[in-house]
């Protein structure tokens, strides 16, 4: 679920980036790339939480599974 809201998170987000590719290079303009950064660094660091997480789990839930054996 949490890879799913990231997910649509990116891409909204990257079609406001491709929406304004012109060579205007106003502070407007860097603050807009500043942003879309900051949130793309953020949906990648949320998938890779989110794909930690399921490791952690999935090591846990085998763990449980030797014990019970």
Excluded: H
């Amino acid at each position: 679920m949490t890879r799913t809201i990231a997910l649509v998170l990116l891409l909204g987000l990257g079609g406001f980036s491709l929406a304004a590719c012109d060579d205007n290079d106003g502070p407007a303009e860097n603050a807009g790339e500043a942003i879309d950064n900051a949130a793309e660094n953020t949906g990648e660091a949320i998938n890779d939480a989110a794909e930690n997480t399921g490791e952690v789990v999935e090591d846990a839930g085998e763990n449980m599974q030797d014990k019970a054996n």
